[in-house]
């Protein structure tokens, strides 16, 4: 089955920087784009990044542009999301997905906590 697991969140201060990891099973990752999404308290879910297939092109919403960079390890099975100059509003639970077989299919997520 579909497997996606998070991996890489904690409390940072601001101006801080933090590495999520994806694993992924279940499926030829290599095929597939991968996609980080975030859910803040209170909020709805957002799309964070994406990347492409072949991980030579990402997009980004506007609040990570210059911040944040996608990539993926295909050998490893592995999407990451790299995020630099953290801020208080980058607080959230982050979420892996994937568009497999017709369906969405999530992790359980990582919590990142921006606090001084």
């Known amino acids: 089955q579909v497997q996606l697991v998070e991996s890489g969140g904690g409390s940072v201060q601001p101006g801080g920087s933090l590495r999520l990891s994806c694993v992924a099973s279940?499926?030829?990752?290599?095929?597939?784009p991968m996609w980080w999404y975030r859910q803040a308290p209170g909020k709805e879910r957002e799309l964070v990044a994406?990347?492409?297939?072949?991980?030579?092109?990402?997009n980004y919403a506007d609040s990570v542009k210059g911040r944040f960079t996608i990539s993926r390890d295909n050998a490893k099975n592995t999407v990451y999301l790299h995020m630099n100059s953290l801020k208080p509003p980058d607080t959230a639970v982050y979420y892996c997905?994937?568009?497999?077989?017709?369906?969405?299919?999530w992790g359980k997520g990582t919590l990142v906590t921006v606090s001084s």
């Open positions: 997905n994937a568009w497999v077989f017709g369906r969405d299919y």
């Open positions: 279940g499926f030829y990752f290599s095929n597939y």
């Open positions: 994406g990347i492409t297939i072949a991980g030579d092109s990402g």
